[in-house]
């Protein structure tokens, strides 16, 4: 199995990406931040409990994180792997994420990080509100909070996998394709190592 954690700030481009490198690599796209989504659109109670902390910008509780992503994982198990995006934010995610493969005798093939400035970021997000319809990127001292809460709390867990040398990063400044071009070249490495 091919198991990549697609990593980097929000507004980086890793669900853009994602999209292309499900198409390459034959995987399973799983974004937590859409699980969210949809199921704040169902209105479940799951969903009514994430929206009070991602409209402020803020990480959802691993707990909740972590049982609705071993869910969405459980229920697909026949793929040739997965791509996680959005997902590990914690460490206590990451060690969750690992214990979990393990149990199957997998393991994380690679992070692959998206390296984009903090200004960039504003200007993205700002201009995805107008059509993502997301109030999180609307509003600059949300999309600052959330700029804080991935230096402060998840900037790390491309430590912990630099640790295992699964970490490779790219610049995630360019056009879709460039940086497409970029991100196959250290996976296509990292599979054959
Ligand atoms: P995203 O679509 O990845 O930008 O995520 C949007 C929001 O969903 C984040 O700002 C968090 O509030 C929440 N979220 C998504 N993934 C996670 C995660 N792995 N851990 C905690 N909160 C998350």
Known sequence: MINLILFGPPGSGKGTQAT???????????????????????KTPLGLEAKSYMDKGALV????????????VQENPDVKGYIFDGFPRTIPQAEALDAMLM??????????????????????????????????????????NRLSVYKETTAIVAGHYEKKDKTHTVNGVGGIDEVFGRLAEVIDRSLVA
């Open 61 to 72: 509780p691993d707990e909740v994180t972590i049982g609705m992503l071993k869910k969405k």
């Open 20 to 42: 292309n490198l499900v198409e390459k690599y034959n995987l399973l796209h799983i974004s937590t931040g859409d699980l969210f989504r949809s199921e704040i659109g169902n």
């Open 103 to 144: 149990a199957n005798s997998q393991e994380i093939t690679s992070l692959v990080a998206l390296d984009v400035d903090d200004e960039e970021i504003v200007k993205r997000l700002l201009n995805r509100a107008k059509t993502s319809g997301r109030s999180d990127d609307a509003d600059e001292s949300i999309i600052r």
